[in-house]
């Protein structure tokens, strides 16, 4: 390695008119014959998404064991068992709105698996895996048809026959007829609901001892619609069964057991908390009551009467058969599991449970025999915390020793039965954000990756090492609001800032569980852990997360609340320091947070942009703003928060952006005033800036991102904006000069430059408003872009990128403030944040050799 002396000058001289300006020779990293390949490779390192709150957005494949879920216009694949725990696997895009319903599709022995996903702008796409062992799906056709919101999707798994459920008030029936090199679709019938009503829930099965179907319907009605169809012929409507005093969510329909010929039995859910059992036989006279039956005469009560199916082939009957009381809330999906001649119904509600029924042989009776999810009396501190709102989906796992359960936080939560045990024992899920992600930033080390958004939650995320594996995964939660959040970042290792829609900003200090826990498992240290406070709690309709402490000797203290209930004590908080794995749902929202430590004020509108300085020591924010008055900067010094002023003055319209240089020289700002500013620290006062250049014109609509790039290529800065163009500055004594334009056919929203120089070339980051997403090598001192790489169609967002964030190195010189270390990694890591709620991190691969 050679490195100059550090009085070498790293500034550029002017260049000649009409030539581009050439750097001094630059202080120089070698890279020991390493050199930039052509060839590179995007790889999902991570990927955390929210699921869609949707009680039918999420089916499980029995055979191939991986589920499929609803993730804003997106669908996600995840496998539950994978011991890797990689997490989400990939995000299929193709919807231009929410996805409403996803099931799997029946695929022939040896061929590829397929995905139907219906959503709510109107369509239902239909996805097939590149090969039978391939999680990578392409979109093979889409289903066009209804004119409102697609809510649910139905199949037989013996069958080519699929069924939608609208808002349009239509249920229409499809054949789907999957070929070598492709599928065919065919409308077959579309059915009025007479009298009308949203279809919110859809159960498709062949009746006993024949091919005959029958279809169950139900939604924004108490009844559920019965209708049977013969082999080639259409749907008739048979049958009302009348009872529910709600809306029905879910219907569920199985045989009773596995015998030829067996009754099948329906499940209906419904909002007044009840579920409904009906059995289908065959012939016309409906099941007597057993004798002996303690239930025979409660049950004749409930049965108004036998419904009877005829086909062109067969009679059937449907009678009531029992009625499941246990849920306090609205019910909302079910799902039957019949292995052998065991049958359990699974049930997730808003009571925040999951409850597992089954048939009490003895007795006849449906009991509950389990019961999962939040059953204590602390339901956490704010509708943000725990699962208030509930479960929305519960769904088996193949063989049925595993459920999962989408919550209103949008994470799984999953749980294995344990044999030995006779118990279910919660795993390891997924989380993440279910609103756009507006923001990202790494900590000052790299070690972890924050995020915040539009779902009023930051989160920590980091790299969980664990018997020689490696997986990412949320740590912490750190802010959970009543605000909608729209920046963050990190001042020092373990403090942050985050701004909100609420008009100030919030700082906030890690607590000693979470440090303990970062340390344990993914084996980043600190060394202040003696001066954090244990934990943090939100006191009931408050704002601020209050800290948390207790001494070894003191004794709990449990209070109650207005309505009776425990108030948690400190000792629940925090996490146990012989942990073992990352935290679950319910410890994430209620044991991970960072106690607030200052608030800033001074803005009169909502937080726009924030960014700390690389030494820890200010703060910079800015507002939303319409004019001049608002629309400058305030800063805040880290060590008594003390806001400086005067405010920095130069845009009139809203600040979009702010970064500080490498060494905290000049503040960069950008703004929808299509202008950029630069500030310059003043030299007699260290912690004041003056506006140093401003360029009103820099480009020709509003500016939405900017960065600096490292201070060996020179004072060099980017920015992105509405225009289509990313244009690369060089700043040198007192003229500011645009050398390089990237140019798009779609606005730019975000650009980062890579932190350090490689091989004299700066790896430059863009990303579009359509979520394309580019890299550019740009060789110096030539400044011409010697190689493009765009991120496949197949892994970008499905909307706009809000913000991209390299990763710094992983080196301890980076930390101490030395910059001119040779890289130690041979992928580089990218975060993406983006409008279709999903955060991802790439390993950039290929990109240097060996």
């Known amino acids: 390695m050679l490195f100059l002396p550090p009085s070498a000058p790293d500034w550029q001289t002017r260049p000649e008119s ?32 929210g699921g869609n709150r949707h009680p039918s957005a999420a089916d499980w494949d029995p055979l191939s064991g991986l589920l499929a879920f609803g993730a804003d216009s997106n669908v996600a694949t995840w496998l539950p068992s994978d011991q890797q725990n990689q997490g989400v696997r990939s995000l299929l895009r193709g919807h231009t709105d929410h996805v409403n319903a996803v099931r799997f599709f029946p695929a022939a022995q040896g061929q590829p698996q397929i995905i139907l996903s219906g959503s709510t702008d109107k369509t239902v796409r239909i996805w097939q895996a590149q090969s039978t062992s391939s999680l990578r799906f392409n979109s093979v056709a889409t289903l066009e048809g209804h004119s409102s919101s697609i809510n649910r999707l139905g199949v037989f798994h013996d069958g080519d026959i699929i069924v939608s459920g609208s808002a349009d008030s239509t249920i229409k029936i499809w054949r789907l007829n999957v070929r070598g090199d492709g599928i065919d679709t065919e409308l077959l019938q579309s059915i009025e609901t007479n009298p009308r009503f949203f279809p919110l ?26 209708y049977v169809a013969s082999k080639g ?38 909002q007044d908390k009840y579920i409904r059992l009906w059995r289908i036989i065959n012939g016309r006279e409906s099941p007597k009551t057993k004798e002996g039956d303690p239930l025979g005469a409660v049950e004749q009560s409930l049965s108004n009467k036998a419904h009877k199916l005829e086909t062109s082939q067969k009679s059937y009957s449907i009678t009531f058969e029992a009625l499941l009381l246990g849920h306090e809330d609205w019910i909302y999906t079910i799902s039957w599991h019949l292995q052998r001649d065991s049958l359990q119904l699974l049930s997730a509600s808003a009571d925040n449970s999951i409850a597992i029924w089954q048939l009490e042989v003895s007795s006849g009776i449906w009991v509950c025999t389990t019961r999962l999810g939040e059953i204590s009396a602390q339901k956490g501190s704010t509708t943000a915390t725990g699962s208030t709102g509930g479960f929305w989906i519960g769904l088996w796992g193949p063989g049925g020793e595993t459920v999962v359960s989408l919550g209103r936080t949008g994470s799984w939560r999953l749980w294995n039965y344990d044999k030995g045990q006779a118990r279910w024992i919660q ?50 939660r750190p802010q959970i609001h009543g605000y909608d959040l729209n920046c963050i970042d990190s001042i020092s290792r373990t403090q942050i800032v985050s701004g909100a829609d609420e008009k100030l900003l919030r700082v906030f200090d890690e607590p000693r569980a979470t440090a ?71 410890q994430l929202a209620r044991h991970t947070l960072w ?104 480009h020709s609509r509003m500016i939405l991102a900017a960065c600096w790039a490292p201070i060996k290529a020179g004072r060099i800065f980017a920015t992105a904006g509405r225009d289509k163009n990313v244009k690369i500055w060089s700043m040198y004594d007192a003229i500011v000069e645009c050398i390089v334009t990237i140019m798009s056919p779609a606005s730019f929203t975000a650009v980062d430059i890579f932190p350090q120089l490689l091989q004299d ?90």
Request: aromatic share 6%; hydrophobic share 40%.
């Open 18 to 49: 009409g030539q581009n300006p050439k750097p001094v020779p630059l202080q120089a990293i070698l890279l020991s014959n390493r050199r930039i390949l052509s060839m590179v490779d995007f790889h999902h390192e991570y990927i955390a998404v």
């Open 201 to 226: 829930a859809l159960a498709l099965h062949k009746l006993p001892t024949a091919e005959d179907l029958v279809l169950a319907a139900a939604g924004t009605k108490g009844s559920v619609q019965i």
């Open 233 to 270: 012929e259409k749907f008739l409507h048979q049958a009302t069964l009348t009872g529910h005093e709600g809306w029905i969510r879910s219907l569920a329909i199985t045989q009773e057991n596995l015998s030829a010929g067996s009754d099948l039995l329906l499940a209906s859910a419904s």
């Open 427 to 476: 795993g390891i899920g997924i989380s993440g954000h279910t609103k756009l992600v507006a923001d990202v930033a790494w900590s000052k080390d790299g070690s972890y990756l924050l995020s915040t958004g539009a779902d009023q939650t930051t989160r920590l995320h980091a790299a969980w090492e664990h018997g020689g594996k490696r997986s990412w995964h949320e740590m912490a």
């Open 516 to 586: 303990d826990l970062l340390d344990h498992l993914c084996g980043i240290q600190t060394s202040t852990q003696n001066n954090l406070p244990l934990a943090a709690n939100i006191p009931v309709l408050g704002l601020s997360n209050k800290a948390v402490d207790i001494t070894e000797d003191a004794e709990p203290q449990v209070n109650a609340n207005v309505n009776g209930d425990e108030a948690a004590t400190p000792l629940n908080y925090g996490q146990p320091s012989d942990v073992e794995h990352p935290p679950f749902e319910d």
């Open 595 to 698: 106690p607030e430590h200052e608030k800033l004020y001074g803005h009169g509108y909502e937080i726009s942009a924030v960014a700390a300085s690389y030494d820890g020591s200010l703060v910079a924010t800015s507002c939303r703003a319409s004019s001049l008055d608002h629309a400058v900067i305030r800063l805040y010094t880290s060590t008594d928060w003390r806001q400086i002023r005067p405010s920095l003055a130069a845009h009139s319209l809203t600040v979009t952006a702010l970064c500080f240089s490498k060494d905290d020289r000049y503040l960069l700002s950008v703004g929808r005033d299509r202008q950029w500013a630069i500030f310059e620290k003043d030299i007699a006062v260290p912690e004041r800036y003056r506006l140093k250049h401003a360029n009103p014109k820099g």
């Open 761 to 850: 070339s700066l790896v430059i980051a863009v990303g579009t408003e359509t979520g394309d997403l580019g890299l550019h090598i740009v060789k110096l001192p030539h400044w011409s872009i010697e190689q493009k790489h765009q991120l496949s169609t197949a892994l970008q967002p499905a909307k706009f990128i809000s913000k991209l964030s390299w990763r710094p190195w992983l080196a301890a010189d980076v930390a101490n403030g030395i910059e001119d270390q040779e890289p130690v990694l041979k992928d580089l890591h990218l975060a993406m944040a983006s409008d279709d709620s999903s955060l991802r991190l790439f390993a950039i691969i290929g990109l240097l050799e060996n």
